[in-house]
């Protein structure tokens, strides 16, 4: 049995977890995203990584269970993911020729010792200026409709920017594998060992 559980349904975080050809199983955790008052983006997404690891912790002693959390964050406004196509070209609209903030939060929680790591990581999306129609292409094409920005990272969301910056591009994507490993190995799970 693996002793590491990703706390996620979401198939891009699983091929994001794949890469490091750890044995893993993985559920979908239910918990309440509703921001709380007065609560800020790094707070939110930290919040709710380690919600969702939490929520598996009964289901799963013994284990190291990876929760995750993300928002786009454009001018001071925190946007989740759009759900209709609508709002989603609405979204890269408002997002042509500008800077978009992805913060993510990162959890591991550690079951049979009763220890926990949450982090967060941010990267920044500047998008090229957008033209309607293919802004309207991009979304019949792609329906990013479950993803943060309205976008795909992994897709065709790649010829929408002018560049990307940060230091961990699976952060985009929604799991920084960069900062995981490094919590995996002080966590005594070495992904190379």
């Known amino acids: 049995m693996p002793r590491l559980v990703l706390a996620s349904g979401s198939r891009w975080r699983r091929q994001l977890l794949d890469r490091l050809e750890i044995p893993y199983a993985w559920q979908s955790p239910d918990i309440d995203e509703t921001p709380q008052p ?3 983006p790094i707070a ?3 919040r709710l ?12 002693p013994d284990h190291l269970i990876v929760g995750s959390d993300q928002i786009a964050l454009f001018e001071g406004e925190i946007l ?6 609508t709002t989603a070209r609405a979204n890269l609209t408002r997002f042509s020729g500008h800077r978009v903030r992805f913060v993510t939060g990162l959890a591991l929680l550690d079951t049979r010792h009763g220890r926990q790591r949450v982090c967060h990581e941010t990267y920044d999306v500047v998008f ?3 033209g309607e129609d293919e802004i309207f292409r991009y979304v019949e094409r792609e329906k990013p ?10 897709g065709l969301g790649i010829t929408l ?3 990307l910056e940060g230091n961990d591009p699976n952060t985009l994507i929604g799991l920084p594998l960069i900062r995981l490993c490094a919590m995996l ?9």
């Open 161 to 163: 920017f002018e560049r």
């Open 38 to 40: 007065d609560e800020g």
């Open 80 to 85: 989740g993911k759009p759900g209709d196509t």
């Open 185 to 193: 190995r002080e966590a005594g799970l070495d992904p190379l060992g």
């Open 44 to 46: 939110l997404v930290r």
């Open 128 to 130: 090229r200026r957008l």
């Open 49 to 60: 990584a380690l919600a969702k690891a939490q929520r598996l912790a009964e289901t799963w």
């Open 145 to 154: 409709l479950d993803s943060a920005g309205s976008f795909r990272m992994e």
